[in-house]
């Protein structure tokens, strides 16, 4: 089953434009951690956050995370074209052996 | 330093038949897990290998199943292949067991099967 859900499952912006993207989970969880896909392939790791924190960042990329609404939102600024992707939360459910992913957001970024 | 990586990166096998998908985890990851992704879904997890040791197992038949070699390198063998295996099967590295810290993902194999 997945824990995960992203929303929205497709975005389109511009370049230069802002893309948010939330993540909804169901239980408790040890930390949260935001991937990115390009086209199908290997997932390449973005950002961690544990559940004691409430905001990071990393480059372009800000994650926030409320546990009281179970919810984290990833924020790109300035998108570019390369940024096109799809992307996905994951956690452990307070597992120390898997990631449950979300189904994941589609981002297009139009140059 | 050279990533994860998996053979084949394509497969196309069919109905019945059984494959064999290799992994080689990052020199120095000890950690070893297996996903399934569905054209238009996220991963899911099938396994976790730790030390040569399986640490986990999703909810998938017991046509799945995995090993892992003293070198840390990792196979996932699935056996009388439905269509519905049909996936991108992706391996992951990690230094350590835990899911505290980051998953290092190779590029996937594409299994098609007819």
């Known amino acids: 089953s997945q824990q995960g859900e992203e929303d929205p499952q497709a975005l389109s912006i511009q370049e230069g434009e802002n893309a948010t993207m939330n993540c909804s989970y169901k239980?408790?969880?040890?930390?949260l951690q935001w991937y990115r896909q390009n086209s199908g392939r290997g997932l390449v790791h973005l950002i961690l956050?544990?559940?004691?924190?409430r905001e990071k960042h990393s480059g372009r990329l800000r994650v926030t995370l409320d546990t009281s609404k179970k919810s984290s939102s990833l924020l790109i600024t300035a998108s570019r074209a390369a940024d096109t992707a799809s992307y996905f939360c994951?956690?452990?459910?307070?597992?120390?052996?898997?990631?449950?992913f979300g189904k994941g957001t589609l981002l297009t970024v139009n140059p | 330093d050279a990533g994860v990586t998996q053979s084949p990166t394509h497969l196309i096998k069919t109905r019945g038949q059984h494959v064999t998908l290799r992994c080689s985890p990052i020199?120095?990851?000890?950690?070893v897990s297996w996903y399934q992704q569905v054209l238009g879904q996220g991963p899911q997890f099938i396994f976790q290998?730790?030390?040569?040791?399986?640490?986990g197992r999703g909810n998938f038949p017991d046509r799945f199943s995995a090993r892992q070699f003293p070198n840390y390198s990792s196979e996932l063998n699935v056996n009388a292949l439905l269509l519905g295996d049909s996936a991108l099967y992706l391996c992951?590295?990690?230094?350590?067991?835990?899911?505290?810290?980051?998953?290092?993902f190779g590029q996937g194999t594409r299994l098609t099967v007819v």
């Open positions: 020199s120095g990851h000890k950690s």
């Open positions: 994951a956690t452990d459910e307070g597992s120390n052996y898997k990631l449950t």
């Open positions: 992951a590295s990690s230094l350590v067991r835990s899911m505290n810290t980051e998953a290092f």
């Open positions: 956050i544990r559940s004691n924190e």
């Open positions: 239980t408790s969880i040890n930390n």
């Open positions: 290998y730790y030390e040569k040791e399986e640490r």
